[in-house]
């Protein structure tokens, strides 16, 4: 079992960058991949960001390649989301997600534990 809790979340201009941050407790944190994901009212969850348990590799969703950077650090059972460049459209709760293993997917599916999610509300 795996709990997480998100924090950093807020209220930013457009343009403007937000660092979301995931906080694992309970089982060992390096055996589990962690991706992000968001939902915007009346919207389906999406993927955002994957990184797999050692933090070799990731993955991101296309409209936020070059702008959003995740990184995993075992050591402090954390996962951090760093946002840059947010804008309107990125207005939703974001939420932290982990599943055993390392592969990364980005279905919502694959994975087992999720956080209570955060708001990040992007201003135009």
């Known amino acids: 079992q795996v709990q997480l809790v998100e924090s950093g979340g807020g209220l930013v201009q457009a343009g403007g960058s937000l660092r979301l941050s995931c906080a694992a407790s309970g089982r060992t944190f390096s055996s589990y991949a962690t991706g992000w994901f968001r939902q915007a009212p009346g919207k389906e969850r999406e993927f955002v960001a994957a990184i797999t348990r050692y933090g070799g590799s990731t993955a991101y969703a296309d409209s936020v390649k070059g702008r959003f950077t995740i990184s995993k650090d075992n050591a402090s059972n954390t996962v951090n989301l760093h946002m840059t460049r947010l804008n309107p459209e990125e207005t939703a709760v974001y939420y932290c997600?982990?599943?055993?293993?390392?592969?990364?997917?980005?279905?919502?599916?694959?994975?087992?534990?999720w956080g209570q999610g955060t708001q990040v509300t992007v201003s135009s």
């Open positions: 997600a982990a599943r055993y293993g390392s592969t990364l997917y980005s279905g919502p599916e694959k994975y087992q534990y």
